[in-house]
């Protein structure tokens, strides 16, 4: 099993409603919700990760409650 090491953005501050990611090296990425660490993990890809990342960078997400 591959040991992963999560890190959450820099951005978040104290809040503990984020998400974590881990990136082992591999073409594999992984994030989870950082509420529960125990929880499940969600893999990913890179190239879906990069197209993730690049919508959400694009605001294709913003659902207009900001």
């Known amino acids: 099993m591959i040991q992963l090491t999560f890190k959450k953005s820099s951005y978040s501050g104290g809040n503990q409603n984020c998400v974590e990611v881990a990136i082992p090296g591999g073409p594999v990425s992984y994030i989870r919700?950082?509420?529960?660490?125990?929880?499940?993990?969600?893999?990913?890809?890179?190239?879906?990760?990069e197209a993730f990342i690049r919508a959400v960078a694009a605001g294709e997400f913003d659902l207009g409650l900001i």
């Open 33 to 49: 919700d950082s509420k529960d660490p125990n929880g499940p993990t969600l893999a990913f890809d890179r190239a879906a990760h």
